[in-house]
């Protein structure tokens, strides 16, 4: 199995023009981006892959993509399997698992809010009950998109019943004390930061890794703040990504990260899905300028 530490970009998913189809090439040359980059594994269909918005039938498609291409990427894979529905949950995991992803993270399922902590761990034992013994899961803790956040209780119940198939969390609260408490509390569990805000105090802290959506362009500045070892060296390895994060400030997400792999990655222009939206002309030719400004573009 692939070791599951470092940096993971969440990486997004290229569409044809009007969200119609996934275009498959266009993911193979990021991949190779990312590898020469520095980059040790993926997230596929996450947040930044747009996952909800793909059909079960295209994310098993992408799943069989990003692992046929290994031989040439050479990247951890990690992919977003989480769905609004238990079954599919189930399914999806399980596919991904069986064609040689090395684990899934699962968020939680988004439609119904408030729900109990007894609710969703029921919800979770029933996915982790139909994965193979040596599976390994993360749950994704995003509540500012999921509307359900992941619980003490919630980890408590799932580490008692299925200790060797819950790998671990993925944090994108944002918040510092969630990510510390997470830390400190599950010493068993791997830890990984999804706040680009907090990546460089999130490995001093003991995170395993990163699963960071600016990493779809600029891996090499998560890997910087991975290795820092100092806090002078964090500080500024941190100071580069937020150079970055108030670049892409104000523009729709994943769209900006797409425009960027265009002009600092020299990738073919790609676009999203609906209900997400591209760039305007008026956006592109800002981003393109304050890029140029920074001595990106």
Request: with cysteine; aromatic share 8%.
């Amino acid at each position: 199995m692939a070791s599951l530490t470092g940096v993971f970009p969440a990486i997004v998913t290229p569409f044809t023009l009007g969200g119609r189809e996934v275009d498959f090439d266009w993911m193979g040359r990021h991949l190779a981006y990312l590898r020469t980059r520095g980059a040790d594994g993926v997230l596929a269909l996450g947040t930044n892959g747009e996952g909800p918005s793909l059909s079960l039938a295209e994310r098993k498609q992408v799943v069989d993509a990003v692992v046929r291409q290994r031989p040439d990427h050479g990247l951890a894979v990690m992919v977003g399997s989480g769905c609004a529905a238990l079954p599919e949950t189930v399914e999806l995991s399980n596919y991904a698992l069986e064609r040689g992803a090395d684990a899934v993270l699962i968020v939680p399922p988004f439609f119904f809010k408030d729900v109990s902590d007894e609710g969703l761990l029921a919800y979770y034992e029933s996915v982790l009950a139909e994965l193979p013994p040596k599976a390994r899961v993360f749950l994704y803790n995003i509540p500012k998109f999921s509307g359900v956040a992941i619980s003490h209780a919630l980890l408590d119940g799932l580490l008692q019943r299925f200790p060797d198939r819950l790998a671990g969390v993925k944090d994108t609260s944002g918040q510092l004390a969630t990510l510390q408490s997470y830390l400190q509390r599950y010493p068993s569990l791997s830890v990984f930061t999804g706040s680009d805000g907090l990546a460089a105090e999130g490995h001093r802290l003991g995170a395993v890794g990163c699963i960071s959506g600016i990493a779809n362009v600029f891996p090499d500045l998560m890997v910087a703040a991975a290795k820092a070892a100092s806090q002078q060296e964090r500080d500024a390895a941190q100071a580069a990504i937020n150079r970055v994060r108030e670049l892409t400030h104000g523009y729709p997400t994943p769209s900006v990260l797409k425009h960027l792999l265009r002009i600092v990655g020299h990738l073919p222009q790609t676009y999203v899905r609906p209900p997400l939206r591209d760039l305007t002309p008026q956006e592109a030719a800002d981003l393109e300028q304050r890029a140029r400004e920074l001595g990106l573009g």
